[in-house]
């Protein structure tokens, strides 16, 4: 108790001070502690640290005005998806730690053929953040690659690269062979494939195994082996496949992510992209 009085007859801004070397969760569960405390964990002392080094440019490339009236204020808008560079890229922050993630979009990406309409079409969905997505209508040449700057993230955090996708009703081809995925930092490459695969009626499987069945037996051997990853549900309704992950230190690096099935020489169809995400590993989409 006595120690409790202790902390409490400090300074509130030699309070602020201490809480600022704790993390925005600990700061909010600070604030329950007293009146006192409530008033130190709302300074700007506190979110200033908190927020990105590099706040104020990435506030100014808002696609809308950011208006705050504090950094507390501030720090909880950026922690839902903030549009910036001409609504290309998505800006957030983790509200438990304040670490940084990117989605990039489609048309930030390099996907091979995607100026051609015959190949990809480019169209708006009510369901994505993005004005835009990527539609495959048929290719036999799929890939996609994405790059962002070690720079722009949190330092010292382990990252996971995400494609988020959808798979249309009527797609074909998509699962036929394991497309290879990749994420290199520097001389560090992580390397694995990826099925895009979904819930199929058994004649349409059946048929499949039997017009490409022991062609793509033999192509298989010709895919790097690793563990084959497989769409997963996000909260947002989207699917995503992780691409690889990387740990993020203190140097500025480029990271390249790329999905890509080119060795099947089949056609494909009915893939949807809206972009890939960048977020820390232990970060809840």
């Not at 070690?150 to 497309?179: H, Q, V």
């Amino acid at each position: 108790m006595e120690g409790q009085i202790g902390f409490n007859s400090l300074p509130e801004g030699c309070i602020s001070s201490i809480i600022s070397f704790t993390s925005p969760i600990d700061a909010c569960k600070s604030s329950l502690v007293s009146s006192s405390f409530q008033s130190a964990t709302e300074s700007d002392i506190v979110w200033e640290r908190f927020l990105p080094s590099d706040y104020q440019n990435i506030a100014s490339r808002s696609t809308t005005p950011l208006k705050f009236s504090s950094r507390k204020e501030l720090f909880l808008r950026l922690c839902s998806p903030v549009l910036i560079d001409g609504g290309r890229k998505s800006f957030k922050l983790e509200r438990s730690s304040g670490k940084k993630s990117y989605v990039l979009s489609a048309r930030e990406l390099s996907i091979t053929w995607s100026d051609e309409p015959m190949y990809w079409s480019w169209t708006s969905s009510p369901e994505s953040r993005f004005s835009e997505v990527a539609v495959l209508t048929t290719i036999s040449w799929l890939e996609i690659q994405g790059k962002i700057r070690t720079g722009m993230l949190s330092p010292n955090t382990r990252y996971g690269a995400y494609l988020i996708l959808k798979i249309a009703a009527r797609a074909y081809g998509l699962d036929l062979l394991p497309s290879e995925i990749s994420v290199e930092v520097g001389n560090q490459v992580t390397n694995g494939t990826a099925c895009l695969r979904r819930g199929q009626d058994e004649k349409k499987q059946q048929m499949e195994r039997l017009l490409y069945g022991n062609r793509m037996q033999m192509l298989k051997s010709r895919v790097i082996e690793g563990d084959e990853r497989v769409p997963v549900e996000r909260k947002d309704g989207w699917l995503e496949i992780e691409l690889g992950e990387f740990f993020n230190g203190e140097s500025d690096e480029e990271v390249k992510m790329r999905f890509m099935e080119v060795k099947g020489h089949h056609l494909k169809g009915g893939l949807v992209i809206e972009g890939i995400e960048v977020r820390p590993k232990d970060s809840k989409h």
